[in-house]
């Protein structure tokens, strides 16, 4: 591959044009005033100056993707996300009293076609949502964040705990450093790809949101002029396009981001599955680990590995079917 295409491949550009790209449409008629004078200062082309734009932007946003995945995940600015976390809850609890209704004492070959429709239905809709080990002894799923994004990242952040009983968030590097070059690259790749989405929703919530201000101002300054305090290029009819076109690109990259991250998700649970062993012999041979946090959970998991042989089946919950007697989970959100 040659050097200027390994440049447009990579990961990194990946995260900073699609958000810049987005940025610059909803904010170049700000700036487009100042293009000429730019241009007779450094001598560049407008085509140049709408470049370093997106660049600009975009590096912006990537620079703060930490705390834009905590906001869609429910950590940081908690009041934007809490009533899709209260409809997510009442969501999974409505699909799991549905299977308890549908199942009763019966296993899944014992029910109806049509009941096993509604369950396969039920469960590929669940699957977006982490298990969790009930005080009866069966793995349920339950809504460990507020939105489905975060719901699905929650998935494979959660999964090996959930399957093997140590700390997966914790472990991450470790797994992917024991994985060969290809899986890992795969990875790299799907999971950046998904962060871009991700990173241009939330570029479309900033212009929606701007925008939505700027219509404001206008408003208020036709009601009361002393009130203005500064001109900008771009008219309310300029301003109301934009605030949609903000608006739409949020909502759609945040709904073709869903099956982005499930995709990773589910290359990372199988990476966490193929460098298990390789993992456990790391963990059980480490001798000198690097801090205090590292040394606990490496005992916690020797001890674990002790008191537990490695089943052949992982605990299937008794009220769902196997994988090999659904269908494929879908890829919509």
Known sequence: MKPVEDVFSSNAFRRVVLPGIVLTAGFHPFVSGRIPTLTNLYGIGPTAAIVAEI????????SAIQWIYYVYE????EWITAPAGR???ARVERSNERLNQIYGEREFDALEPSEQASVTKI????????????NDGVARHFAERPTRLG???????LYA???????GTFFWNHFLNLAGDTSRKAFDDAYAFAES??????????VALVHLIVLI???VGALNQSLIFFHIQPGPAVSAWLALFGLFVWLWFYQVSLPAHRTAGAMFEAIVDGVFPKFVEWATALRVPPSDETIKKVEALNEYLKNLDRPSQTTRRAWLPSSGEIDEPRDGA
């Open 161 to 167: 705990g959930s399957r093997y009983g140590i700390d």
């Open 217 to 219: 101002g206008f408003g």
């Open 55 to 62: 660049i600009v932007f975009g590096l912006g946003v990537s």
């Open 197 to 206: 989405l991700v990173l241009a929703s939330f570029a479309g919530a900033i």
């Open 74 to 77: 429910g950590f940081r600015l």
């Open 151 to 157: 719901n699905i990242i929650a998935t494979y952040e």
């Open 123 to 134: 469960y590929e809709d669940l699957l977006d949502f982490p298990l969790a080990m009930g």
């Open 87 to 89: 409809i997510a809850r």
